[in-house]
């Protein structure tokens, strides 16, 4: 989601994707194919989908809203249909395999292993949510992909008169936003050991709202991948501490799409200063002497 909003856009459709990828590889399985041939397969429709959002927003030139707001609709009824709104969990002989990938923990704690019993085992998902970390933060520094990325967000139609292939860039974005939420989809899927069509559900909006509070702004031209890493930490410290501290939890809602707002009031500059600034002052003139 970082890289989509850094080019100035939106991606609405990562949960959908996330519950499609995740029944067609369940399908798979259930099919008796190998689990690298339903795993390949699953990114193959997630990536699927990531490229319909980005030639419409690319080269149509369609509002990315718009765009990937039909794919929610779209890829979420695909996942009902092709599921035929039943819960998949019959992997066949490769379960054990897949429920490894998305179950299994490092470092390891058994008596022949290194790592003493005080260093925590960490989930894979958190290890790949490292790595690609890891990986984003080097290209969003160091590479010319990244450069253009946030030159599209800063002003599209001057980098587009710089030679900027702006229109390829846009394209690869979404491709790489659908990319990772497959892969999610996937590591989730081995998790539960099974596979619905409301996986993801709802997903988008704590999506966007970990982005926006790590620092990346909506208007583009702005944000990191260390960045999204500690809002999505901070967004999920605050929906566990409202489920120890006894608060319902349909209010979670309220509270993401509280911080959603706060975040960008922040975040906005208007006449050199931030935008909550400004309306203090508006609201609290100083008075003259």
């Not at 998305?102 to 290194?114: R, V």
């Amino acid at each position: 989601m970082t890289v989509v909003i850094i080019t100035g856009g939106i991606d609405l459709s990562v949960g959908s994707i996330m519950g499609l990828v995740a029944i067609v590889a369940g399908l798979f399985l259930t099919w008796h194919y190998p689990w690298y041939v339903a795993f390949a397969i699953g990114l193959f429709s997630g990536l699927a989908c990531g490229a319909v959002n980005g030639f419409f927003v690319a080269y149509v030139g369609m509002p990315s809203f718009v765009v990937t707001l039909g794919m929610l609709s779209v890829a979420r009824s695909l996942a009902v249909v092709f599921s035929a709104n039943q819960m998949l969990y019959q992997f066949g002989p490769d379960a054990p395999i897949v429920k490894a990938i998305g179950q299994a923990k490092w470092p390891l704690h058994g008596p022949q292993d290194w790592a003493p019993h005080w260093i925590p085992g960490l989930s894979s998902q958190f290890w790949t949510m490292v790595i690609l970390a890891l990986i984003v933060g080097f290209v969003f520094n160091f590479t010319a992909w990244a450069r253009h990325l946030f030159a599209i967000g800063g002003n599209e139609e001057a980098a587009r008169l710089t030679g900027v292939p702006v229109d390829w860039i846009k394209f690869q974005a979404y491709v790489f936003s659908a990319f990772t939420a497959s892969l999610a989809s996937l590591l989730l899927l081995g998790y539960n050991g099974s596979a619905i069509n409301a996986m993801g559900q709802g997903y988008e909006l704590r999506v966007i709202a970990a982005t926006v509070i790590g620092g990346a702004s909506l208007m583009g031209g702005a944000g990191t991948a260390f960045g999204a890493i500690i809002g999505s930490a901070f967004l999920e410290v605050i929906r566990n501490a409202l489920l120890m501290a006894g608060i319902d939890s349909n209010w979670q809602g309220a509270f993401v799409g509280a911080f959603i707002v706060l975040a960008v009031l922040l975040g906005m500059q208007t006449g050199g200063r931030s935008m909550l600034a400004a309306s203090l002052a508006a609201l609290m003139p100083k008075r003259s002497r």
